[in-house]
């Protein structure tokens, strides 16, 4: 409990559990991968420490301590993608990613004070029952967090900025980390989703457009660290659409699933990078080929990735696409269909025939890509056995149709890939669709005009009336001092003066000589029988 | 009629020691005449016993003319006491005098006249009680047989002998036209009486008390004896017999009624506390500083005499007054005594070369401007409160300034204490005690006034 009278703490469901596990299998691998690659000490403190936060904010009853966790989690991906801090680059790319994350944050700060009013309670259970203005600020609130934490639309391009860190932060952040805390919360807090009536149906068609169209910017991309970025938002997409859908046992079958695809393709990505110096997928052609091992664990993971079957992705996005209908349903198979041409993409350009020796990849290196491209084969299976609803204590659905469609599309499209060789590339999505520009447009640009405006305001009328007040009261001071002080000290003077003129005149009656004692004591009591008889 | 003489136990006390230590004093040798202050001090601390035990009891009349009442229980505590107090400072003073026996015997018999003077309510006992307690002062005012003590002395003894004269013939008009000398049968014999021989009565009646209060226009003794007599007659001069002549001066207001008695005094009180605070301005000798301050305050204290018999606040303000006065009066003379300076700028560094006896003084000095916590701020609230009650707003205003103009002097004697010492010289100690004990009782009798007025 971290405030009295406000109960919470940590504790740990089929939800937690699952989410720990996997977070743990992949820090495991992606530590021990980076083991090979000889980072400093602060890199393994800043990746424990990420991981930490995300293990609270999983374990976490109440909003006080989500918070904390949210908000170190936060901090960490900013010293993690700014890691290489000399290149200044970087570090602005940590900036970006660290302030849009940041600003959707402010959403969970608002949700726990409407939390507090509404619910008169910070426990995550008790949000849903919530009075219902409050309730709906409340969900409005964890929603923009939630989007903001996972990269969807609109906050997309901070992922792109991203990609800045490390490798292995990569592999980390994209797969059981940082995004996957957004997706977390949304399937955490379905209840509070669904009772609004309009959050759930937001959520659902926000993850399925950012799976359709993050998918078409990772089909344009040219950069492989790139290409998998947008898959990622595309990816989470399909978990928050499962939030959205109240498909929790989907959502996290995918959510597990997709982390270890991901956190494999991020590390043969580095690989590659650090073998080869490059992330081109035009310089990386025929890359697969010259270590097979690691060619072998991307071939399996991009396959996954494409949602061919019977691989994992496969089975768990099947698993969401069966809760949805109409619309939804479209939408989610186009975007189904995007991704197997962009992991069709990257698996040509790294598998296309090209000249070039083998190379060496160490030991500590290698073990990890195994396990998880061991996970990214066959951890469909619990999704096809229904064994995650079991763990999680919900209902699970999946849908034959639905899947045999689905994966007819992926093989058709990755062959159709294979066989054209080529892929379109929209231009527009090339950019990320501008977003980061739009929202240096729409929210960066007006926010400093604001500020510089405020500054101004603050420097001339604040400011300005503290020193014409200060201006008047030295003026009036100066007046005081010229025309008043001399007045009032001269009538000080003149008391002063007064008194000891009074003072010498007071002693003059003490002259020594009792005769003049007795004589103006005879006065005074002559005058004071005439005080008496008037008084009288 | 109650002529039960253990009414009078404390005077026969006072009474019995001096008798004692007269006669004993003629058989002792110069060097053991030391134990008649002995003898003199027991007889005080035996009248204060009876005068406590006394206070507890019923009131009374005694003798048809002493009467025991608040008034006297006060003037019997304050004026034994402080001549305990002086008995202290004179012991360092004319120890192994030829005549220090007579000494004692004087101030005592000087104090028993004083006790007298304010526990009566009979025009001619005052008349036998002004002269018992003025005529061994006159006497001690020239005991050093020195120039300023023997010119002192003169000038007190002719201003007592004029206004003393003047007294007699108030008390003789006064038993004429109001048919008798008791206050009770005065009271009804002076309301269908003349103004004009009232007028006339009261105001002689007047000169001879206010010449023991040392209030205009019987001030003009008070500087000349003050600076000239020995120091710890001066201290007596200037506190004892005011004690009295304030009670009796309170008592004749309450108990007789005159017309015009609130305007009088009111007038009187006016002229004193301004005639005194501004000759206290510029005086370079402490003694004559300090004489001009009673002056002053005894204008302060007929503040509430004048406004006797019409308001309830009138008593208490005038037995507290005139306590807290005495007590710090005697405090600030103790340390005159106990230094043996004279001069203000001899004061210099006091507070550094004796700490004790520098803060006493300090104590007292701004116990008579009438700082909070000290006696005479209680005093002074009263005062204030007399005044206003009595629906004389302008004498508390006249009082409220004068308060003002006396910090001046005040500070001047204040401010060089804490300058760098000059010479130095331990004060002597009895008197010092006597200064830290009479700083002591300003600040008990403040701080706990609420006690003591309930």
Redesign the interface.
């Known amino acids: 409990m971290m405030l009295p009278g406000w109960p919470g703490g940590l504790a740990v469901d089929g939800l937690s559990a699952v989410l720990l596990a996997t977070l743990a299998v992949v820090l495991v691998a992606v530590l021990v991968h980076a083991a090979g690659e000889k980072f400093g000490a602060r890199f393994y403190v800043l990746m424990l420490v990420f991981a930490a936060a995300m293990a609270v904010t999983v374990t976490a009853a109440d909003l006080v301590l989500l918070l904390m966790g949210w908000e170190v989690m936060g901090a960490m991906s900013y010293a993690l993608i700014g890691y290489l801090w000399p290149d200044a680059e970087r570090v602005r790319s940590a900036d970006v990613a660290f302030l849009t994350t940041r600003a959707a944050d402010l959403g969970l700060y608002m949700a726990a004070g409407f939390a507090v009013a509404g619910a008169h309670s910070l426990r995550l259970d008790d949000l849903a029952a919530a009075e219902a203005p409050w309730r709906d600020l409340v969900a409005a609130g964890v929603v923009v967090s939630a989007l903001g934490k996972s990269a969807q639309l609109p906050f997309s391009f901070w992922l792109s900025r991203a990609m800045a860190g490390p490798s292995p932060v990569s592999a980390l952040l994209h797969s059981a980390t940082m995004v996957a805390a957004g997706a977390y919360l949304l399937l955490r807090l379905h209840p509070l989703l669904a009772a609004t009536g309009w959050a759930d149906t937001l959520v659902s068609w926000v993850g399925a457009l950012t799976a359709l169209v993050l998918g078409a910017v990772a089909l344009a991309q040219r950069d492989l660290k790139q290409l998998l970025a947008a898959s990622t938002c595309a990816q989470i997409g399909f978990m928050v659409l499962a939030a959205g859908l109240g498909s929790v046992a989907g959502g996290t079958a995918h959510l597990v699933a997709h982390a270890a695809v991901k956190s494999l393709l991020f590390l043969c990505a580095g690989v590659w990078l650090s073998v080869l110096g490059t992330q081109r997928l035009g310089e990386l052609r025929g890359a697969a080929r010259r270590h097979r091992p690691v060619g072998a664990a991307f071939g399996a993971g991009a396959l996954a990735l494409a949602g061919v079957p019977p691989l994992s992705l496969w089975a768990t996005k099947d698993e969401v696409l069966a809760d949805a209908g109409g619309g939804l349903l479209a939408v989610g198979l186009a975007a189904s269909v995007l991704s197997a041409a962009y992991a069709a993409k990257a698996l040509l350009a790294v598998f296309r025939p090209a000249e070039g020796g083998a190379f060496r990849v160490p030991l500590l290196e290698s073990v990890p890509l195994a396990v998880l491209a061991l996970g990214a084969v066959v951890l469909g299976i619990p999704a096809l056995a229904g064994a995650w609803g079991r763990v999680l204590g919900v209902p699970e659905k999946s849908d034959v149709r639905v899947a045999a469609l689905s994966g007819v599309l992926a093989v058709v499209t990755v062959a159709a890939v294979a066989g054209v060789r080529r892929v379109p590339e929209p231009a527009w999505a090339v950019n990320w669709l501008w977003s980061e520009r739009v929202a240096l447009a729409v929210a960066v640009r007006p926010v400093f005009a604001l500020a510089r405006a405020l500054a101004r305001f603050d420097d001339q009328v604040v400011d300005g009336a503290v020193r014409g007040i200060v201006r008047g009261g030295r003026w009036a001071a100066g007046l005081t001092g010229r025309r008043v002080e001399l007045r009032v000290d001269g009538l000080v003077d003149a008391v002063g003066r007064s008194?000891?003129w009074?003072?010498?005149?007071?002693?003059r009656?003490?002259t020594?000589q009792?005769h003049m004692?007795?004589a103006?004591?005879a006065?005074?009591?002559a005058v004071?029988?005439l005080?008496?008889?008037?008084?009288? | 009629m109650n002529e039960n003489p253990a009414d009078l136990a404390p005077e026969l006390c006072v009474l019995i020691a001096a008798v004692l230590g007269l006669a004993g004093g003629l058989f002792l040798p110069r060097r053991r005449q030391w134990q008649v202050a002995v003898v003199c001090a027991a007889g005080l601390v035996a009248g204060l016993a009876a005068a406590g035990v006394a206070a507890t009891r019923a009131d009374l009349m005694a003798f048809d003319a002493f009467a025991v009442d608040p008034v006297t229980h006060v003037t019997r505590i304050t004026v034994l006491g402080s001549t305990l107090a002086v008995v202290a400072l004179a012991r360092g003073q004319v120890r192994d005098h030829p005549r220090e026996t007579e000494h004692y015997v004087l101030i005592l018999l000087s104090a028993l006249g004083t006790v007298v003077l304010g526990a009566t309510s009979d025009l001619l006992v005052l008349v036998a009680a002004y002269l018992l307690a003025s005529i061994p002062a006159y006497a001690l005012a020239g005991f050093g047989k020195d120039a300023p003590g023997t010119e002192a002395a003169l000038k007190y003894y002719l201003m007592g002998a004029l206004l003393g004269v003047l007294m007699l013939a108030g008390v003789t008009l006064l038993s004429g036209i109001g048919r008798g000398t008791a206050y009770p049968v005065l009271r009804v014999g002076l309301a269908d009486a003349p103004q004009a021989a009232v007028a006339a009565g009261v105001v002689a009646l007047l000169a001879g008390l206010l010449f023991k209060a040392g209030a205009v226009p019987g001030h003009f003794w008070v500087p000349d004896v003050a600076e000239g007599a020995p120091p710890a007659i001066a201290a007596y001069v200037t506190t004892v017999p005011k004690i009295g002549a304030f009670a009796a001066l309170y008592r004749f207001g309450a108990e007789t009624l005159p017309d015009a008695w609130p305007a009088l005094l009111a007038v009187v009180a006016a002229a004193t506390m301004t005639l005194g605070n501004l000759a206290a301005f510029g005086q370079d000798n402490v003694r004559r500083l300090l004489a001009y301050s009673t002056v002053s305050q005894a204008g302060y204290l007929l503040v509430p005499v004048a406004m006797a018999g019409r308001t309830d606040l009138a008593q208490p303000a005038v037995l507290y007054y005139v306590a807290a006065y005495a007590v710090t009066n005697l405090g600030a003379f103790a340390v005159v005594v106990a230094t043996g300076r004279d001069d203000l700028a001899e004061y210099a560094g006091l507070l550094r070369g004796s700490p004790l006896v520098g803060l006493s003084l300090v104590v007292c000095l701004l116990g008579f401007i009438g700082t909070p916590p000290t006696a005479v701020f209680v005093g002074k609230v009263l005062m204030f409160g007399a005044a206003l009650d009595g629906h004389y707003a302008w004498l508390a205003v006249v009082a409220a300034v004068n308060t003002a103009a006396s910090v001046f002097y005040y500070l001047r004697w204040i401010v060089p204490l804490f300058r760098r010492p000059s010479v130095p010289s331990p004060p002597a100690r009895g008197a010092s005690a006597v200064a830290v004990t009479a700083a002591l009782c300003s600040l008990a009798l403040g701080i706990g006034s609420g006690i003591a007025l309930s």
Do not use: K, N
């Not at chain 1, 005080?531 to 009288?536: D, I, N, Q, T, Y």
């Open positions: 008194a000891r009074l003072a010498a005149l007071a002693r009656p003490q020594g009792v004692y007795y103006q004591a006065v005074v009591l004071l029988v005080v008496a008889l008037l008084a009288g």
